[in-house]
């Protein structure tokens, strides 16, 4: 159905898009849901999930490898609460920005769902968010993987 599938992109009805390794538990699960729903005759709205590949490309892009081995070896050895860790973790990725093509991946990507569904899609709120902040950039629980609506904001 979609036309868009990068290295940073699969879509849900991809064949590709149900394999753990390359975009995660949680987004092969919609792309096996959405695919056999879909040959049920059910209709499913179509997604799209950014692959572990751009989640690799964007911690290594913004360095944030070492950091985050250093937060939880800072819980491991007890330095640090679990909540903490976790806190600073999440401020680190929600904090960081997309390389450019892979922001533009996404960008294309959400602009060609928002063709498909025939309007408009209200971004999502930031999973790491306090209520009712949105994102300035695309952001999700499932380790920058998961990537939906947020993306529709051109400041991204």
Same mark, same amino acid.
């Given at each position: 159905?979609?036309?868009?599938?990068?290295?940073?992109?699969?879509?849900?009805?991809?064949?590709?898009?149900?394999?753990?390794?390359?975009?995660?538990?949680?987004?092969?699960?919609?792309?096996?849901?959405? @695919?056999? *729903?879909?040959? &049920?005759?059910? %209709?499913?709205? !179509?997604?799209?999930?950014?692959? $572990?590949?751009?989640? /690799?490309?964007?911690?290594?892009?913004?360095?944030?490898?070492?950091?985050?081995?250093?937060?939880?070896?800072?819980?491991?050895?007890?330095?640090?609460?679990?909540?903490?860790?976790?806190?600073?973790?999440?401020?680190?990725?929600?904090?960081?920005?997309?390389?450019?093509?892979?922001?533009?991946?996404?960008?294309?990507?959400? @602009?060609? *769902?928002?063709? &498909?569904?025939? %309007?408009?899609? !209200?971004?999502?709120?930031?999973? $790491?968010?306090?209520? /009712?902040?949105?994102?300035?950039?695309?952001?999700?629980?499932?380790?920058?993987?998961?990537?939906?609506?947020?993306?529709?904001?051109?400041?991204?």
């Amino acid at each position: 159905m979609m036309q868009t599938a990068t290295t940073t992109i699969l879509w849900f009805d991809q064949p590709e898009s149900s394999d753990i390794g390359r975009v995660g538990g949680k987004n092969a699960g919609l792309s096996e849901v959405t @695919r056999t *729903l879909a040959t &049920a005759g059910i %209709r499913v709205p !179509p997604g799209f999930a950014t692959t $572990a590949d751009a989640y /690799r490309s964007f911690i290594g892009e913004n360095g944030l490898a070492p950091k985050l081995r250093k937060q939880l070896e800072a819980y491991h050895s007890g330095a640090d609460s679990l909540a903490d860790a976790g806190n600073a973790i999440r401020r680190m990725v929600v904090d960081a920005e997309f390389p450019a093509p892979i922001a533009e991946a996404i960008r294309v990507a959400y @602009r060609e *769902l928002q063709s &498909a569904v025939g %309007r408009r899609i !209200p971004r999502s709120p930031c999973a $790491a968010a306090p209520p /009712r902040r949105t994102c300035p950039r695309p952001a999700s629980r499932d380790n920058r993987k998961a990537i939906s609506t947020s993306a529709g904001n051109p400041s991204c």
